[in-house]
């Protein structure tokens, strides 16, 4: 065996200090927690009754509820809040496709219909844009400062250059600005 652990200072225990059952009062900490089981109750009592107090009077001072009002169990009237944009989003893409690719009735009686986008250009670049007919006035045109009139290009041939010219008072320079600067 081998030797028991024996400290350098010689033995650790103090004859003279000992545990004194004198010191504590049991009685005094179980009445401490009486006491405070008791003050917790009744806060909780208390707490209660405020928040049934306080209950009362916010249902007392609730507005009256309109009779044009929808009632709780009911959806309420068109249009509504979405509630899931991603897939209404999805959806309306599809609907905007479908309608751009496919071919359908716009108005049967009067015998209008929708062709496919990609089938419409083509035959506007077989036809060409439709050109309104009749004399050009030389003073219309792109090359020079816009006269307060808007022709969107409809008196241009599809594919021709302009070939109109300014006016005799036209001018294709900017005016001048007023006020003694150069």
Same mark, same amino acid.
């Given at each position: 065996? #081998?030797?028991?652990?024996?400290?350098?200072?010689?033995?650790?225990?103090?004859?003279?200090?000992?545990?004194?059952?004198?010191?504590? $009062?049991? *009685?005094?900490?179980? $009445?401490?927690?009486?006491?405070?089981?008791?003050?917790?109750?009744?806060?909780?009592?208390?707490?209660?009754?405020?928040?049934?107090?306080?209950?009362?009077?916010?249902?007392? %001072?609730?507005?009256?509820? #309109?009779?044009?009002?929808?009632?709780?169990?009911?959806?309420?009237?068109? +249009?509504?809040?979405?509630?899931?944009?991603?897939?209404?989003? =999805? @959806?309306?893409?599809?609907?905007?496709? #479908?309608?751009?690719?496919?071919?359908?009735?716009?108005?049967?009686?009067?015998?209008?219909?929708?062709?496919?986008?990609?089938?419409? =250009?083509?035959?506007?670049?077989?036809?060409?844009?439709?050109?309104?007919?009749?004399?050009?006035? +030389?003073?219309?045109?792109?090359?020079?400062?816009?006269?307060?009139? $808007?022709?969107?290009? *409809?008196?241009? +041939?599809?594919?021709?250059?302009?070939? %109109? @010219?300014? $006016?005799?008072?036209?001018?294709?320079?900017?005016? =001048? =600005? %007023?006020?003694?600067?150069?």
């Amino acid at each position: 065996m #081998s030797a028991p652990n024996v400290h350098p200072h010689g033995e650790l225990h103090n004859p003279d200090t000992a545990h004194e059952a004198t010191d504590i $009062s049991m *009685r005094a900490i179980v $009445s401490f927690v009486i006491l405070l089981t008791g003050v917790t109750i009744a806060i909780q009592g208390a707490m209660y009754g405020v928040f049934r107090v306080l209950a009362r009077v916010e249902s007392a %001072s609730d507005p009256e509820v #309109s009779p044009l009002a929808t009632p709780a169990n009911e959806a309420p009237a068109e +249009p509504r809040l979405q509630t899931t944009p991603w897939a209404d989003l =999805k @959806t309306l893409r599809a609907e905007e496709t #479908s309608y751009l690719h496919g071919y359908g009735w716009i108005d049967q009686q009067a015998g209008v219909a929708r062709i496919p986008i990609d089938r419409a =250009k083509e035959l506007l670049l077989q036809k060409g844009l439709a050109v309104r007919q009749g004399p050009v006035d +030389p003073s219309e045109g792109t090359s020079i400062a816009a006269t307060g009139e $808007s022709t969107g290009g *409809r008196n241009l +041939p599809a594919g021709a250059a302009d070939t %109109s @010219t300014p $006016s005799a008072g036209g001018s294709a320079a900017p005016p =001048k =600005k %007023s006020g003694g600067g150069q």
